[in-house]
């Protein structure tokens, strides 16, 4: 459980100790250094050595190991690991994998790891995320999809591509019970009677307030008047606005399920096999928790529009009302799915949803407009403007609301 993390931060003082937590090994003071490859290959090692329970004096030969950097995320430090080999080859040793990923977090302060690492045991474990092969003091190791590449943003509308991604968002909203168990204890954190959605933003806009007000952007005031302005004018205020979505806007008894929260293009890898046949895993599972369902698949429509390259979106790459509506059928059919075959899903049934849908379009424009000004506060805006990112989302909230 998250719990067991804390504890053993507490208890540990070796930064050579190694303890098993959710099934993997945890390393709580070994640390990747982002800027070094060889840091990263000998973390990498140690965490392999130790999954792969070897308990011999055997060494990975850190020499022969090659360190890339992955673009796509912007939350996180990306490198594929690969070109393992022992030292010193001997039969009783366990294989060791072709390649690896490796997870430096990011956002501090934005998610809380301990949850979060233990969600994607639990996913993993449910067989919806890919391997979690151990946790370090600042990130993780993952397995590496090979043959798999992230998602085209202009595939996203590819309707083989959708319909398969329905299914598959399908499958991880029917998966709470298998994902939150008694053993597990993700029940403290994750309730279908709590969607995380407004205490995210409240907190969220908290944060961006605090930031604000103690003038504290890494980038110094011009960024600091510029989220003022953003956020905290008599034109355009959030808090008022949450306030009124709350009220007036999102539906009270919305389904609660264990949502993705964060379905964008890089985050949807695929892979083309040779009978034309088309493999999805979904990753990047760090903002996921239990959420309305109908928020899951609003902020993935709003995904279609990109701009997590430049900080612009294009919103009318939003889908249209056929691709909105094919996707919706899919997904409640997948959804209410009893044995082998799809439910029969009625237009009415479709068209309801859709609407649920969209009543979430203009909270998930706040979500993530208010996460890339405190992305903005905590790490600057010299790798990505965050500040460009949140004042296209609030104009497109503006333009969606009027």
């Excluded at 690492?117 to 979690?132: I, N, R, S």
């Excluded at 151990?134 to 085209?152: A, I, K, M, Q, T």
């Excluded at 509308?157 to 299914?167: E, G, M, N, T």
């Excluded at 029969?344 to 649920?356: G, L, R, S, Y």
Aim: proline share 3%; net charge negative.
């Amino acid at each position: 459980s998250p719990i067991d993390f804390q504890k053993t931060r507490k208890e540990s003082n070796s930064p050579a100790s190694c303890y098993e937590i959710c099934g993997r090994p945890y390393f709580p003071h070994l640390i990747a250094d982002p800027k070094s490859t060889d840091s990263i290959a000998e973390v990498a090692s140690k965490v392999i050595l130790q999954q792969l329970k070897v308990t011999s004096s055997a060494e990975i030969d850190l020499a022969k190991t090659s360190v890339s950097k992955v673009t796509g995320g912007i939350t996180n430090a990306l490198f594929r690991v690969s070109n393992f080999e022992y030292k010193e080859e001997k039969e009783s040793l366990s294989q060791l994998p072709s390649s690896v990923l490796v997870r430096i977090f990011g956002a501090e302060g934005m998610i809380d790891r301990d949850i979060e690492t233990c969600a994607y045991a639990a996913l993993c474990d449910a067989g919806v995320a890919y391997q979690f092969l151990g946790r370090f003091g600042n990130g993780r190791l993952e397995g590496w999809l090979d043959g798999f590449v992230p998602l085209p943003l202009e595939k996203m509308s590819d309707p083989l591509i959708s319909r398969k991604l329905a299914k598959e968002l399908a499958l991880l909203h029917k998966s709470f019970d298998s994902i939150c168990t008694d053993d597990n204890k993700l029940k403290t954190y994750f309730s279908r009677d709590k969607p995380g959605m407004w205490d995210q933003l409240f907190q969220w806009l908290d944060q961006a307030q605090q930031s604000i007000q103690k003038e504290a952007f890494i980038n110094g005031l011009e960024d600091v008047k510029k989220a003022h302005d953003l956020i905290l004018t008599d034109a355009f205020n959030v808090e008022q606005e949450l306030n009124w979505l709350r009220k007036d806007v999102v539906p009270t008894e919305a389904e609660v399920v264990f949502c993705h929260n964060d379905l964008l293009c890089d985050n949807i890898m695929i892979k083309e096999k040779e009978s034309n046949e088309l493999e999805i895993q979904m990753i990047d599972f760090e903002y996921g928790g239990s959420n309305f369902a109908a928020f899951d698949i609003a902020n993935h429509f709003n995904e279609f529009a990109g701009g997590t390259d430049n900080g612009i979106p294009n919103y009318g790459l939003f889908p249209d009302k056929e691709a909105q509506y094919n996707f919706v059928k899919t997904y409640l059919e997948c959804k209410q799915q009893t044995g082998d075959n799809d439910a029969i899903i009625q237009k009415d049934q479709v068209e309801t949803f859709m609407e649920e849908v969209h009543s979430f379009v203009l909270a998930n424009h706040l979500y993530w407009g208010l996460w890339a000004v405190n992305q903005a506060a905590a790490e600057g805006c010299d790798d990505f403007n965050y500040l460009l990112y949140a004042e296209n989302r609030f104009k497109e909230y503006r333009n969606v609301k009027n």
